[in-house]
């Protein structure tokens, strides 16, 4: 058999290999957390952009929720404004908050839909503030057993899809910011976690999945030893596992663990900084990354 023959027959094999994937989430929404390197790398962009043309065109509706973190602490330093995370999350001033929104929805959700119109009049951004999509409630967080204010931060604790449904309904793919409305302050806006805005937004859709990209290749069992990645993990597991991970992986698998909770039926968090990791997560037998799935008794609920 020649290279060209064999070449060939390693696209058509990886086809076949798809059609299991293809059956179970057609006409289903998978919700898609866009973050970490595959953000600011030209490349990764291109290829996540057309990850989700290409689910589109084959029957799976693609919902893409963005955080904009580089960007953020980028703009942040040029204007001399303090940055500070902690416990994974970012301490948000009104100050900060006013370039996390300016970066969120004029640069990154924008630019994102961008590379995907490129393939067609596909994708729409919008954003949770303005669209009436998300609420929001302001939330600190624990640090070394201490309350720690996190400033103008928030969890999603109301969503309303309807913005989202029509968007998919009309055949296009929603691009959405990770800012909402603060529902106890009138004319407040939050600076919401994109990994639990997707999550929340993964419940309210009745999503088949949630994924979420980052910069490593999963979730480890006892970091940094690289042999303790996990391919799949429950949600009783995962919940007792929460508490002794590094604080940058406590809310993305906090994320994964509160949607599979919330009914989602698999959430996964894969390595943004392969090519077509998408691709590579939802069509293979092998997936890539960590997959979260309710325990049995919460399966058969």
Not at 46 to 52: I, K
Not at 101 to 110: A, H, K, N
Not at 272 to 291: N, Q, S
Request: overall charge negative.
């Amino acid at each position: 058999m020649g290279a060209h023959s064999s070449e060939a027959s390693t696209k058509a094999q990886a086809l076949i290999e798809s059609l299991p994937w293809l059956r179970e989430f057609q006409g289903k929404t998978i919700v898609v957390k866009f973050g970490g390197n595959a953000m600011v790398n030209e490349e990764l962009k291109r290829a996540f952009a057309e990850d989700m043309v290409y689910l589109r065109q084959v029957g799976v509706h693609p919902v893409v929720v963005h955080g904009g973190g580089p960007q953020i602490s980028a703009e942040l330093e040029r204007r001399g404004i303090p940055s500070e995370f902690r416990g994974g999350l970012r301490v948000t001033s009104q100050e900060a908050l006013e370039v996390v929104r300016e970066v969120l929805t004029v640069e990154v959700g924008p630019q994102l839909s961008a590379l995907i119109n490129e393939h067609g009049p596909l994708a729409q951004a919008l954003s949770g503030e303005t669209d009436g999509l998300f609420s929001g409630t302001r939330r600190g967080t624990v640090v070394d057993g201490e309350k720690v204010d996190l400033g103008l931060v928030g969890d999603v604790t109301a969503v309303n899809p309807a913005t989202v449904t029509a968007i998919l309904a009309a055949g296009k793919i929603p691009v959405v910011s990770s800012i909402a409305p603060d529902s106890a302050h009138h004319g407040q806006s939050l600076n919401v976690n994109a990994d639990s805005a997707a999550s929340a937004l993964a419940v309210a859709l009745g999503a088949a999945k949630l994924i979420i990209l980052t910069d490593v290749a999963g979730l480890y069992r006892d970091w940094p030893n690289r042999d303790s990645l996990v391919a799949s993990i429950d949600a009783a597991e995962l919940g007792a596992l929460i508490p002794s991970l590094e604080s940058g992986m406590i809310p993305k698998m906090t994320a994964c663990l509160d949607a599979v909770r919330g009914g989602v039926p698999k959430a996964a968090i894969i390595d943004g900084r392969v090519l077509h990791a998408i691709l590579l997560e939802a069509f293979t037998a092998e997936g890539i990354g960590t997959e979260v799935i309710p325990t049995a008794e919460e399966a058969a609920q």
